[in-house]
Each structure stands twice: as structure tokens, then as C-alpha cells.
């Protein structure tokens, strides 16, 4: 347990937290850490999305946006990996609906272990369809860690 450690990100505070006790555990157990973010198709893409990529004033396609924020969530989890000493990371990006891609890569890559925040930057489908780490330590085959 802990050598293989998956940790999905998408930027949120809590993610961020996941992602500080992801290092901590791949570090203390000299495990390999994955960093891994999905992101929703652009045909998915919520107004709430829509709406905070025109209130912010970012500029480009959606699909870049996306992109950009991604590798924000990505660069910010890998500083805190890399600042606990961890110095085998590799990071990843899914698209598709996030719980299932989670569950998915860590399946395919034998991930021993999934972290992540309890809460994310979901909006009210995720109050009405369930949380994703919720549906993550369902469905998943491995030990699960959720951070609040």
C-alpha cells in the first residue's frame, strides 16, 4: 500500500490539501505519485463554467481555457509533491466524466491508493448526482483517501 498513489486535482482548495497528502504519503512510503486531473468535454462545460471563464476575463477558445487551468492544477499539486521531497511524479489529464476516468487510470496503471478533496469545483450537479469522491470510493478497487 502507498507505493502507488494517485491523486486527482482540478484546483480547488480541497484538491490542493489532497494533493499535500499525497506527497506526504508517497515520500513517507517512497512511493510513485500520479497526479491526475479530468476535465469535462467542452460539450459538457456548465454555465457556472462558462460564466466564471467570462467573469475572470480569460481569453481564448474554452477548450484552452480548460486546458490552461488544468495545467494550473497539475503545476500547483506536483510544486507541493516535489516540495515534500517526492521525486518520482508523473502527472496525467482524462477527459470524460471525472469519477469514472479516476477510477479508470487507476485500474489500468495499478494504482494502490486514490487521494482527493472531499469537495471539489463541481456546481449543483454534484449535489444532485452525488459527490465524485463519493462515486470514486465506490466503484473503486483500491484504498481511497478523502481530504476535507
Known amino acids: ?3 502507488k498513489i494517485l491523486v486527482a486535482v482540478d484546483g480547488s482548495e480541497h484538491a490542493l490539501r489532497a494533493a499535500e497528502v499525497a506527497a506526504e504519503l508517497a515520500a513517507r512510503h517512497q512511493g ?3 497526479i491526475l486531473t479530468v476535465a469535462k468535454p467542452l460539450r459538457a462545460m ?3 463554467v462558462r460564466d466564471y471563464i467570462q467573469a475572470e476575463h ?3 477558445e474554452p477548450q484552452y481555457v480548460l486546458s490552461d487551468m ?3 492544477a497539475l503545476t500547483q499539486a506536483e510544486h507541493k509533491a516535489r516540495d515534500h521531497g517526492v521525486t518520482t511524479i508523473k502527472t496525467a489529464v482524462r477527459e470524460g466524466p ?3 476516468r479516476i477510477v479508470e487510470y487507476a485500474r489500468e496503471h495499478d494504482i494502490d491508493t486514490i ?3 472531499s469537495r471539489g469545483l463541481g456546481d ?4 444532485l448526482l452525488g459527490s465524485v469522491s463519493h462515486k470514486v470510493t465506490t466503484l473503486a478497487h483500491c484504498t481511497c483517501v478523502t481530504v476535507k
Open 115 to 117: 487521494v482527493m478533496g
Open 58 to 60: 480569460m481569453v481564448g
Open 1 to 3: 500500500m502507498f507505493k
Open 98 to 100: 471525472p469519477a469514472r
Open 70 to 72: 488544468a495545467r494550473s
Open 46 to 48: 456548465s454555465a457556472s
Open 32 to 34: 510513485r505519485l500520479v
Open 124 to 127: 449543483v450537479e454534484g449535489l
